[in-house]
């Protein structure tokens, strides 16, 4: 099982695909409910790993308890970083090492990369793989695939291999009010063409760095099983809140994807009600096989659609996702919420 947490909000860029958009309230996740539910979870299931995103997750001011306490555990961890903090973070990163890090780009040159992320974040990224490599840390990259980088895709598996890097993401984004205003989004029917130029360069002799299109391309023909619908990733983010998935963490306009509040609720306790929500989902986000649906086969976007998280588009009639608002139902809450003193007006008991 992996255990997911986004440890932080806080972040050092501000970057036009990121889903966690809103900068005007940062938390950070106490370290006591990342110690308790990986305790419990490693009575839950046989065997765990722990992955940490952000936010920069390096920003949480308990960072070095946090990889401590895991590295105590003996359990493989991983993060995704934008590599900035990352001289900084070696002194912990040598008590405590890492599975693996992985390390996002916005583009595989200096100038599309540094365009999204600001002067000289190219270069760090450079850096901290080679700083992860001097410990035999192994370094992964990704590259968000949008209108600005569409064309790097050689590009960036020429630089992965040439960096020595174990493996190469390739991501597709999705829609937020950010990528949306400003028209980088591609269109859902120009990702049939990533995806095929994808597993061509993969199947090229003699790379050793392996290129993976992560899930949420579309599919022809029968549709692979996502890790969270095969029972095999749990995720909790910065508030503490227990979600069905990363990917509608945070997400959209409403918090129809929280199962539980992990600062009051135990996991264990947790856990049936997050199978039980994980499984309707599955069953709400089934692809319809219909032909004049163009986001059927886009099944992270199924999933966002089913839970009420895509009419926001609404607002948004330049971008090519626009029309998946019009399918949006309405969802209410699983779960009734509060943040610090008083209640977010969320009632409701499932969609």
């Not at 990889?67 to 900035?84: E, I």
Request: include cysteine; charge should be neutral; glycine fraction near 8%.
């Amino acid at each position: 099982m992996f255990l997911g947490f986004a440890v932080t909000e806080h972040c050092n860029l501000r970057c036009p695909h990121c889903i966690r958009d809103d900068v005007t309230t940062v938390r950070n996740l106490a370290y006591e409910v990342i110690e308790r539910t990986v305790d419990e979870a490693l009575e839950m299931f046989p065997t765990l790993a722990v992955s940490m995103t952000g936010g920069e997750p390096t920003l949480h001011p308990e960072w070095d308890r946090i990889t401590g306490m895991l590295h105590a555990r003996d359990l493989p961890y991983t993060f995704v970083t934008n590599g900035w903090h990352m001289r900084r973070m070696m002194p912990s990163l040598d008590r405590h090492p890492p599975a693996s890090v992985r390390l996002s780009l916005s583009g595989a040159t200096e100038q599309v990369h540094d365009d999204e992320r600001g002067r000289g974040s190219f270069r760090r990224v450079l850096q901290a793989v080679a700083l992860l490599t001097s410990r035999r840390i192994p370094p992964t990259l990704s590259l968000i695939v949008d209108r600005r980088s569409r064309h790097q895709l050689r590009t960036a598996a020429d630089l992965a291999e040439a960096l020595g890097c174990t493996r190469l993401h390739f991501i597709l984004p999705q829609p937020v009010p950010g990528s949306a205003a400003r028209d980088s989004d591609l269109a859902p029917e120009a990702w049939a063409g990533v995806r095929d130029e994808v597993f061509a360069l993969r199947g090229e002799p003699g790379r050793r760095t392996h290129l993976q299109l992560d899930y949420g391309y579309p599919f022809d023909g029968a549709e692979r099983t996502c890790d969270t619908f095969g029972g095999k990733r749990v995720y909790g983010d910065a508030r503490g809140r227990l979600s069905v998935c990363c990917q509608l963490s945070e997400y959209g306009e409403n918090e129809a994807d929280v199962v539980a509040d992990l600062n009051r609720v135990p996991f264990a306790e947790a856990w049936p009600a997050y199978q039980a929500a994980v499984a309707r989902l599955r069953d709400d986000a089934r692809p319809s096989a219909d032909p004049a649906d163009p986001f059927d086969r886009f099944p992270c976007m199924r999933c966002a659609r089913a839970r009420g998280k895509t009419a926001w588009l609404a607002g948004y009639p330049g971008t090519p996702w626009h029309h998946i608002a019009a399918a949006t139902p309405a969802v209410r809450p699983l779960v009734a919420l509060s943040y610090g003193g008083g209640p977010r007006g969320l009632a409701g008991a499932g969609p």
